[in-house]
């Protein structure tokens, strides 16, 4: 059974940094889109970053230049470095995986495989 386990979110003040990771185990094919999404209270689940099996990486607006998706050489770990935090970033950050080789993007309705989720607030 494919498992996706997130960790590294923590409560840090405006202008910080964190790394999420995200470790899947079971069998998610290295040709997998692989994802970041967050939501925060009150809103809809929005894609942070994806990337596919080539690298090939897509961001939202919000975080262009402050955020960056990346994986290891075996697939099995899913990076998001977050630099230069705001407030507005705090949300539940998961992560999560295509099955069959799919693209996914950034539209959490193409990805089927999630994991639980890490929390990350920002103060300001």
């Known amino acids: 059974q494919v498992r996706l386990v997130e960790s590294g979110g923590d409560a840090v003040q405006a202008g910080g940094s964190l790394r999420l990771t995200c470790v899947h185990s079971?069998?998610?094919?290295?040709?997998?889109?692989m994802g970041w999404f967050r939501q925060a209270p009150g809103k809809e689940r929005e894609g942070v970053a994806s990337?596919?099996?080539?690298?090939?990486?897509i961001y939202a607006e919000s975080v262009k230049g402050r955020f960056t998706i990346s994986k290891d050489n075996a697939g099995s770990t899913l990076y998001l470095q977050m630099n230069t935090l705001k407030p507005e970033d705090t949300a539940m950050y998961s992560c999560?995986?295509?099955?069959?080789?799919?693209?996914?993007?950034?539209?959490?309705?193409?990805?089927?495989?999630w994991g639980q989720g890490t929390r990350v607030t920002v103060s300001s």
């Open positions: 079971g069998y998610v094919r290295s040709n997998d889109c």
């Open positions: 990337i596919t099996r080539d690298g090939s990486t």
């Open positions: 999560a995986a295509t099955v069959h080789g799919r693209y996914g993007g950034l539209d959490p309705n193409a990805y089927h495989l």
